[in-house]
């Protein structure tokens, strides 16, 4: 297992271009999680999938902000029209809550560093 | 809905002396707590987590965390740190039978001096 994994590492767009991230989680893990995480601050929840339903959006994620997890697999975040505001890292994670009696961790990628100018 | 607290924003020691990054939360109901670090350009990794049983759980690396539930705490602590422990710690919380999406503190930068 190669853990999970984010694609890009950085993405650098001027403002009003739109951007796609990619989170491959971990295989067995049937949750994916997206954060946002800005400079001094923990990771803040944006929304989550169950296999390749989205359960929960959070406030944060704004009518230009969308994800996907089509098979259940990997996931997409898309942000549209993007604002010098969305510069941040972006971390996605998974987790198996249930597993072996535990599983409420999580695993986190890398993430993308946006930087909007 | 549960929140975390961790007031140290910065935490500087010297190498080989004892630290301690305090952790706070409020919640209701029953917890899972966790203890994640975060390297420089990296993504979070767990140190440890506290889901049930003994109050006391430690990491592989030397460090150690106590659940005191009276006070609501999760403070992880080191005896003896290394310059390699420089890093930022951020603490967590779940509430157990909830949608196990946890609540992250903001993060204690600890930086060890030689």
């Known amino acids: 297992d190669t853990g999970v994994s984010q694609d890009p590492r950085h993405k650098i767009t001027k403002r009003g271009q739109n951007v796609t991230f990619r989170c491959d989680p971990i295989s067995e893990h049937n949750r994916l999680y997206w954060y946002r995480q800005t400079l001094g601050q923990g990771p803040e929840f944006l929304t989550y999938?169950?296999?390749?339903?989205?359960?929960?959006k959070s406030r944060l994620l704004s009518d230009r902000f969308s994800a996907e997890r089509p098979k259940g697999s990997f996931s997409t975040l898309e942000i549209q029209r993007t604002e010098q505001g969305d510069s941040a890292m972006y971390l996605c994670?998974?987790?198996?809550?249930?597993?072996?009696?535990?599983?409420?961790?999580?695993?986190f990628g890398p993430g993308t560093r946006l930087t909007v100018t | 809905a549960q929140s975390v607290t961790q007031l140290d924003s910065q935490v500087p020691v010297f190498e080989e002396a004892p630290v301690e990054l305090r952790c706070n939360y409020s919640?209701?109901?029953?917890?899972?707590l966790f203890w994640y670090v975060q390297y420089p350009n990296q993504g979070l990794q767990l140190l440890l987590k506290y889901l049930s049983g003994s109050t006391l759980v430690e990491s592989i690396n030397g460090f150690e965390a106590e659940f005191n539930k009276s006070q609501t705490s999760f403070h992880l602590r080191k005896p003896s740190v290394h310059i390699s422990d420089t890093a930022e710690y951020f603490c967590?919380?779940?509430?157990?039978?909830?949608?196990?999406?946890?609540?992250f503190g903001r993060g204690t930068s600890l930086i060890v001096h030689p």
């Open positions: 967590a919380v779940i509430l157990s039978g909830g949608s196990y999406i946890p609540t």
């Open positions: 994670a998974s987790s198996s809550p249930g597993l072996a009696g535990g599983g409420y961790e999580q695993y």
């Open positions: 999938f169950q296999n390749e339903a989205q359960l929960e």
């Open positions: 919640s209701s109901v029953s917890v899972y």
